[in-house]
């Protein structure tokens, strides 16, 4: 591995605060050798490879470091090129963070390198074992230098959760879409997921037309659910309707209870009728109980039997998705995503449906930091799904909008280019392995440029997402398109 | 010599005075005599197609031109290679012994249509430094003559090496400083005989690169940035009476004080226009060059190239009849003008900037070299003076 050829790029130099264990600057030997921020470099010292990550470069030159004097050339309408040999003058210092050292291991940097030492660009298969990436795993894209490709381990990446962030257009949504396909097309020897996504506005739907992955592909929407409403019990009906006190929860309990006994079919229809006929409720806790109810019978979701089944819903390496873009109200996306995610978690914990990922969109809109009654499922997910095998894909454009329990048992996340500065703080606070030099950087990526941080990969890595081979959401094509599209579909 | 008085005295006491207030009374005192050279130069304009008849009769001294200055018709640089060398040096004395580094350098540059078509460096980029030594207990002032010596031998073997070894014509080639201190280094070296070595040695290849340079039709111009000469002022001193009747304005100032007082780049400051270029004068005693040795004279201008700067002073050296000096002064002039034009308050000809910027020996080079003979050497080995080492940073 340590064999393969490298290029040298150029040499450490000596500053007033490098080299260090924290950060090593280096002249290019040449200012027509071309390196990139985020790229990775090795550098020999003392029979080591320490490995490095580029965070600024610069360049310099001695008859440009005077501004008035440019000033005063360049007003004689004469370039400073015209008349001095200035490009002789031309050198690149680059900076950049030690990652670590390679010796029998990956270790980190606990003494630092020294002036003078070559500096090359890093080699593939040291890359690859430096972050910890899997040859044939999950492949997102790649790494532009060196060209490596990003293939994550399944379990790395997802087990432990992850979460995916950036400001609208940045590609998030290209990019789950990306994770759905490599997940689809795994083989069951490889082991395979089943996928569930909470769709708010009906992105992936475009799966279900997709000529290779249409099959793999059902798409329920919001309207078409239906809640069981003799599978719920008092408290779930409360998690639903938060406003129900303890003294109507009680009397909603005994409700249950009889209706059970009853053997009966039954809906909310049944139980309010059953709480007007009851003597044994106070007339206000009647009141008030029933017209909570009636607030969750509008919403037209409840009824005698669950649509779809989800006991039988599941199946791995296939995706199920939840297109709630018809609902408008954010409760009731909330009260579905709350019945889905409760009902998904309480099957596979009974081993009744396989491993699956969750991917949540919108996140920050169902589990906020502040309140929403599917904050707590999604919670409880994020914190014990782990032992269960149900992974969470939480994806979010507003980060500090996110509940930070659930963020932060994320162990993976996937960054994309965010510029708000509060949600740049709230990274820099919950994503671990993500630090200040890394976050500098994070407003000036492009779309489709991504930053990988935490379980999934040993080092921050900076990547660009792979094209998508499944058919096109609706939401990426222009406004004019959209409008053509549609005129069209009316001729 | 001006000499202000720190404090005013007024009855009863003294007063301190400001240091504003002494710093105006300084002021004024430049002021006045600006405005005196001024006048002079002003005078001294009109005396422009007056020279006919002095360059005559001094002809030993000046060339045959008819005017105090003229105007420079720019060369067009396209297709011209100028090359301009310049050396760099650090001379110290420590304890034990004193230390120099030197390194020269000469920089070719190709011109095309739209400036700069080629760059190029000999012997390379960045030159080895020479490392000299001397454990020798020399006399006050006898290690800098020879570190004088020695940097200018090595600017002069760089460049008679570039012309030894260039397969292309060099049209131009400007020295950085005054060929007549080239000849008095070695004409006034001590008695001392590692000076006197290196001294027979600048003088040798002095010759061998000004042959060279003639034989290659190369010209060669000696670029003085900041000369302190007053020669043109004593010649003027000299002559001026016979021509002062006919000098509107002259006799009304005392023009002899101010010639005394001056520099020849003060007047020259405010003498020549831009563009323009001083009558030439001959170096030295009438009828003696400065170097018989030589087989050459040399000979000195001025040239105004930036509007806020003060003249350039340009010296060639020729080895034959005076008549086609002006001819060359103008050649010469014609070339450096466009190099050094670009900065209204800094005329130096690009190519020496360039060669000054390469042969600039840093603080740090010196001190590395210093450090490592100091830790290899034996107590009490090489000590850098008391008052560069205090180990208090103040």
Same mark, same amino acid.
């Given at each position: ?7 040298? @790029? ?26 990139? +921020? ?96 899997? &040859? ?46 490599? @997940? ?49 019990? %008092? ?41 007007? !006929? ?73 081993? &009744?449906?396989?491993? /699956? ?135 | ?17 400001? @240091? ?6 300084? %002021? ?10 001024? +006048? ?16 005559? !009769?001094? &002809? ?36 034990? %012994? ?26 390379? +980029? ?167 040795? @030589? ?6 201008? /001025? ?92």
């Amino acid at each position: 591995m340590l064999g393969t050829q490298r290029t040298l @790029l150029g040499t450490v130099i000596a500053t007033p605060d490098s080299p260090s264990t924290q950060k090593i600057d280096f002249v290019l030997s040449s200012d027509k050798i071309r390196v990139m +921020k985020g790229e990775f470099i090795e550098i020999e010292f003392d029979q080591r490879t320490v490995l490095a990550l580029v965070t600024e470069i610069q360049k310099m030159n001695a008859y440009f470091a005077s501004a008035d004097s440019v000033k005063v050339y360049e007003e004689a309408a004469r370039s400073l090129q015209s008349i001095f040999p200035t490009d002789e003058w031309n050198y690149v210092v680059c900076s950049a963070r030690p990652l670590g050292e390679l010796q029998d291991q990956v270790r980190r940097l606990s003494f630092p390198v020294s002036p003078g030492s070559p500096v090359y660009r890093s080699r593939s298969p040291v890359l690859r074992e430096f972050l910890g990436l899997k &040859k044939d795993g999950i492949q997102l894209g790649r790494i532009i230098q060196p060209s490596l490709e990003i293939s994550l381990d399944p379990t790395r990446l997802l087990q432990k959760h992850i979460a995916i962030m950036a400001i609208s257009g940045a590609g998030k949504s290209y990019t789950v879409a990306v994770l759905i396909e490599e @997940l689809l097309k795994r083989s069951q020897d490889q082991g395979r997921l089943a996928v569930v996504v909470i769709d708010p506005h009906g992105e992936y739907s475009s799966f279900e037309e997709d000529d290779i992955y249409g099959s793999m592909t059902e798409v329920t929407r919001g309207s078409f659910v239906q809640i069981a409403v003799p599978q719920l019990s %008092a408290y779930q009906i409360r998690e639903y309707a938060p406003d129900i006190t303890e003294v109507q929860l009680r009397a909603l309990e005994q409700i249950y209870k009889n209706l059970w006994k009853s053997g009966k079919a039954f809906s909310l229809k049944e139980i309010i009728s059953s709480i007007n !006929h009851s003597e044994e409720i106070k007339q206000t806790t009647k009141d008030s109980l029933i017209s909570r109810l009636l607030g969750l019978e509008r919403t037209t979701f409840f009824g005698y039997e669950e649509n779809p089944n989800l006991d039988h819903l599941l199946t791995p390496g296939k995706i199920n998705i939840f297109d709630l873009s018809e609902i408008i109200s954010s409760y009731k996306k909330q009260l579905l995503t709350t019945y889905i995610c409760r009902r998904l978690f309480e099957l596979r914990r009974k081993q &009744k449906i396989p491993p /699956f990922l969750l991917i949540i969109e919108e996140a920050h809109q169902f589990c906020p930091e502040g309140t929403a009654i599917c904050k707590s499922i999604i919670e409880t997910i994020a914190r014990e799904g782990r032992k269960f095998f149900a992974a969470l894909c939480l994806i979010s454009q507003r980060p500090v909008r996110l509940s930070t329990t659930a963020l932060s048992q994320c162990n993976t996340h996937l960054i994309m280019r965010i510029r708000n500065p509060n949600d740049l703080d709230h990274i820099a606070v919950t994503s671990e392995g993500i630090d200040r030099s890394t976050l500098r950087l994070l407003p000036d990526l492009e779309i489709g440029e991504a930053v990988l941080v935490g379980n999934a990969v040993n080092y921050p890595v900076f990547f660009r997402v792979r094209t998508r081979t499944s058919r096109p959401s609706k939401f990426e094509l222009s406004l004019e398109e959209a409008a053509r599209v549609y005129e069209q579909k009316g001729a | 010599m001006i000499e202000i008085p720190l404090q005013s005295r007024s009855i009863g006491g003294s007063t301190p005075r400001s @240091l504003t207030q002494q710093l105006e009374d300084i %002021a004024k005192v430049i002021r006045k005599a600006g405005l005196e050279r001024k +006048k002079l130069a002003d005078c001294l304009t009109k005396a422009n197609g007056l020279f006919n008849d002095l360059s005559l !009769h001094y &002809k030993d001294k000046i060339c045959e031109e008819e005017f105090v200055y003229q105007e420079v018709i720019q060369s067009d640089l396209n297709g011209l290679t100028v090359c301009g060398v310049d050396g760099g040096l650090i001379v110290k004395s420590l304890l034990g %012994a004193d230390v120099l580094l030197t390194r020269a350098i000469a920089v070719v540059i190709t011109y095309g249509r739209k400036g700069i078509f080629k760059a190029t460096y000999f012997p390379s +980029k960045l030159p080895e430094l020479k490392f000299m030594l001397s454990t020798e207990a020399m006399r006050g002032g006898e290690f800098d003559t020879l570190a004088g010596i020695m940097r200018t031998h090595q600017e002069l073997e760089t460049a008679y090496r570039l012309l030894s070894a260039e397969d292309k014509h060099v049209d131009i080639i400007i020295m950085d400083g005054a060929l007549r201190s080239v000849i008095n280094s070695y004409q006034r070296s001590s008695g001392n005989q590692e000076v006197q070595k290196h001294a027979a040695a600048l003088q040798n290849t002095l010759q061998k690169f000004l042959n060279l340079a003639d034989e290659q039709d190369t010209l060669i111009a000696w670029c003085i940035k900041d000369s302190k000469t007053s020669e043109f002022l004593t010649f003027l001193g000299r002559t001026l009476p016979s021509l002062a009747s006919n000098i509107s304005g002259l006799l009304d100032i005392d023009y002899r004080k101010i010639l005394k007082t001056s520099r020849d780049i003060e007047i020259f400051y405010f003498l020549l226009p831009l563009g323009y270029r001083s009558f030439v004068m001959q170096l030295g005693e009438e009828g003696r060059p400065l170097d018989p040795t @030589l087989d050459t004279s040399i000979y000195t201008f /001025f040239l105004r190239c930036a509007p806020y700067d003060a003249p350039l002073r340009i010296e060639l050296a020729y080895p034959q009849s005076k008549k086609h000096v002006p001819n060359i002064a103008n050649k010469i002039a014609s070339v450096i003008l466009p190099l050094s034009q670009f900065h209204a308050g800094y005329s130096v000809p690009a190519p020496i900037v360039e060669a000054d910027g390469r042969a600039r020996i840093r603080n740090e080079e010196f001190s590395t070299i210093i450090g490592i003979l100091q830790r290899r050497s034996l107590q009490p080995g090489i000590w850098m003076q008391r008052r560069e080492r205090s180990p208090f940073k103040f």
